[in-house]
């Protein structure tokens, strides 16, 4: 079954993109649970570049199709579970990449939509906060996404973030989505 292609973000509204993420039907993978059956020898680079056996998955549907059965264990491993497996996933940094921002808007009616390189859509808000850590090559922006799992902000959207906060003229610097503000401040 093919998966839709991907719509241009920029083209459309927040409520056609309110409709769109509610249309993202995922599994219930929260209420999986068989045995561990190994390692999946796949792997998920800091990029957002998903591997199999050392070598890049080039199908973007296929990686599709694995993140919506990705999650992320309480030890904070990350495996991909089916109603009959769990394999363990080495995830380097974060499962997904914030990769395209969407502003509509401003102060604290503003929402900022994120497209992942997975094509999901999630709007920063209190369910999907923003948090900024502080890292060796600068702050590295990430958003939560769902089941403890986080997308890292690319660093040209960080850019488009750092200029909405800078001309938004709030102390600290920092964002509004749905209500709620994020500093642009690192923690931890």
């Not at 997975?118 to 923003?130: E, I, K, N």
Request: negative net charge; contains cysteine; aromatic residues 8%.
């Amino acid at each position: 079954m093919p998966m839709d292609p991907m719509p241009d973000l920029s083209a459309l509204s927040l409520a056609e993109i309110a409709r769109l993420a509610e249309d993202q039907k995922l599994p219930p993978i929260e209420r999986w649970n068989p045995t561990h059956c190994g390692d999946s020898e796949m792997r998920i680079a800091r990029d957002g570049t998903w591997y199999h056996q050392g070598s890049p998955i080039g199908r973007e549907a296929m990686v599709r199709l694995f993140s919506t059965i990705l999650r992320r264990e309480a030890d904070g491993g990350y495996v991909l579970v089916t109603p009959v497996e769990k394999l363990d996933i080495a995830v380097e940094d974060a499962p997904f990449v914030a990769v395209e921002l969407k502003a509509e808007g401003s102060g604290q009616a503003q929402s900022l939509v994120f497209r992942l390189n997975t094509g999901d859509l999630v709007t920063a808000g209190p369910d999907h906060p923003l948090r900024f850590v502080a890292g060796e090559d600068g702050p590295r922006p990430y958003l939560a996404v769902r089941g403890g799992m986080d997308a890292l902000v690319a660093r040209p959207v960080y850019y488009e973030l750092a200029a909405l906060a800078i001309a938004s003229g709030d102390e600290p610097p920092g964002l509004w989505s749905k209500g709620a503000f994020f500093a642009l401040e690192p923690t931890e």
